[in-house]
T-cell receptor
Framework: KAGVTQTPRYLIKTRGQQVTLSCSPI?????VSWYQQTPGQGLQFLFE???????NKGNFPGRFSGRQFSNSRSEMNVSTLELGDSALYLC????????????FGEGSWLTVV | QQQVKQSPQSLIVQKGGISIINCAYE??????FPWYQQFPGKGPALLIA?????SEKKEGRFTISFNKSAKQFSLHIMDSQPGDSATYFC??????????????FGTGTQLKVEL
């Protein structure tokens, strides 16, 4: 059974640009969450999607957004990139909304220059 | 506000020894406490988890001890092996209105197991 798949794995963007990251959850999983991991702030919750609706949101500015499609795949977008947005962005999936067992992908490494 | 405090930041253990990582939480609404293991270049992988209705859970060489009154929980790795060298994160979560589940992570412990 394939795990959580994230694309692209690595990318470099310039300040002011925008970026879209993609996530395919484990087959059958309907809830997708996104986390940001940085050396300074650690792992922080961005948002959670279920049934194409954002159910929960972390303390991030509105430049961070996401969406979920009918096949449970999800994308997150960061607009007007700042240097501080450089991070590992992790997607996680669980079977249902509020599911305890959360599986992470390998992440997308974003570098903003 | 750091809701989950993890210590130590780094840990060196000899092969065959016991690795102990501690976490403390503040929010009494937390009702699920997982531990994740992360290798360089990989995403966190769920290792073991516990709910506050039990004081201990063991899976192979990994044991979680939970102290509800002290709001603390810890991970014990018995017979530590070089392959256990990784970063370990404790986390806590609570049910959110609307049915979601948001993990709050500790700051991580870099474990190195030496031969």
């Amino acid at each position: 059974k394939a795990g959580v798949t994230q694309t692209p794995r690595y990318l470099i963007k310039t300040r002011g640009q925008q970026v879209t990251l993609s996530c395919s959850p484990i087959s059958g999983h309907r809830s997708v969450s996104w986390y940001q991991q940085t050396p300074g702030q650690g792992l922080q919750f961005l948002f959670e999607y279920f049934s194409e609706t954002q159910r929960n949101k972390g303390n991030f500015p509105g430049r961070f957004s996401g969406r979920q499609f009918s096949n449970s795949r999800s994308e997150m977008n960061v607009s007007t990139l700042e240097l501080g947005d450089s991070a590992l962005y992790l997607c996680a999936s669980s079977l249902e909304l509020g599911g305890d067992t959360i599986y992470f992908g390998e992440g997308s490494w974003l570098t903003v220059v | 506000q750091q809701q989950v405090k993890q210590s130590p930041q780094s840990l060196i253990v000899q092969k065959g020894g016991i690795s102990i990582i501690n976490c403390a939480y503040e929010n009494t609404a937390f009702d699920y406490f997982p531990w994740y293991q992360q290798f360089p270049g990989k995403g966190p992988a769920l290792l073991i988890a516990i709910r506050p209705d039990v004081s201990e859970k063991k899976e192979g060489r990994f044991t979680i001890s939970f102290n509800k009154s002290a709001k603390q929980f810890s991970l014990h790795i018995m017979d530590s092996q070089p392959g256990d060298s990784a970063t370990y994160f404790c986390a806590a979560s609570r049910r959110i209105t609307g049915g979601g589940n948001k993990l709050t992570f500790g700051t991580g412990t870099q474990l190195k197991v030496e031969l």
